[in-house]
């Protein structure tokens, strides 16, 4: 008896292996009884989607498709809003998983795709599409609604530049990148200073969307969420130090700005060794 139904185990899972390695069904081009395409089966709800913090946020996506005769290839497809004219691409998901079913009704293919909020730039729109390989008809293809998602937050600031000769005047320009625009205040010895205001040593100018040539023959184009900030400098000192507070809509963030001063012992050297070669004739 026990040979038997290890026999009948074996026959059972053959059989299913069998049907999910074909995973084909039959269908009619003229929709009777079982018609050949796509359908949409179900999706992400809306009230999962929105905003996600930079760096802690996840937005869990999934789609399913039915389709006949054969399973569908889902592709998760992003694209940014900071632009008008940005076209859909394939986005790579932190983590997909897929589901497949096979029956003679309809095959359904579902995918998970895991989106992890590491940058400002993943705002923006998403979506899946899903086609049956080498049937180009339009029956044969299908997309989800677009879900819309937004990255708020602060990323790490950038120095672009400096020039801090000592006693002489100086600056710091620096690229802020956060979402929405966030306000900036530097701290310095004569206190806080906000952009397009000025102490007795220090002013600050606008902050303005930064900007970047990607085309020579194309004029600049703004860099998404990203802003330039300069700290102008009366006469440097030695122990000048700056500190920079940048207010986002989540967070508060501190940061230090680590430039240093040009000494002038190189220049004093100098002058030395000129008196002692006066001296000297």
């Not at 299913?16 to 390695?21: E, L, M, R, Y």
């Not at 899903?130 to 937004?150: G, K, L, M, V």
């Not at 102008?232 to 940061?255: A, C, Q, T, Y």
Request: aromatic share 8%; with cysteine.
């Amino acid at each position: 008896m026990k040979p038997l139904f290890t026999f009948l185990v074996f026959l059972v899972l053959c059989n299913c292996s069998a049907a999910d390695n074909s995973c084909q069904a039959t269908c009619t081009h003229d929709g009777y009884p079982m018609p050949c395409g796509v359908w949409l089966k179900n999706e992400t709800k809306s009230g999962s989607l929105g905003t996600y913090a930079l760096n802690s946020g996840v937005a869990k996506l999934h789609c399913s498709f039915s389709s006949l005769p054969e399973p569908v290839q889902i592709q998760w497809m992003f694209r940014p809003s900071d632009s008008v004219t940005a076209q859909w691409r394939e986005f790579p998901c932190a983590k997909k998983e897929e589901h497949k079913n096979c029956q003679k009704e309809e095959i359904v293919v579902e995918s998970h795709c895991e989106v992890r909020m590491n940058s400002l730039k993943m705002s923006g729109t998403y979506k899946c599409a899903a086609t049956i390989p080498n049937h180009h008809d339009q029956r044969y293809r299908a997309f989800s609604s677009e879900f819309a998602i937004n990255v708020v937050g602060i990323e790490p600031v950038r120095l672009i530049s400096s020039r801090l000769p000592m006693n002489k005047n100086g600056e710091i320009n620096l690229e802020v990148c956060a979402n929405p625009r966030p306000e900036v205040f530097w701290h310095t010895i004569d206190g806080i200073i906000t952009p397009e205001k000025s102490s007795d040593r220090f002013a600050v100018t606008a902050l303005t969307p930064r900007t970047a040539l990607k085309v020579q023959s194309e004029p600049l184009a703004a860099v998404p969420y990203c802003y330039r900030t300069s700290l102008l400098i009366h006469k440097v000192h030695e122990n000048d130090e700056f500190h920079m507070s940048i207010r986002g809509e989540l967070n508060i963030v501190h940061e230090k700005i680590t430039v240093k001063v040009k000494s002038s012992n190189t220049e004093n050297c100098l002058l030395l060794m000129i008196f002692s070669l006066v001296f000297a004739f």
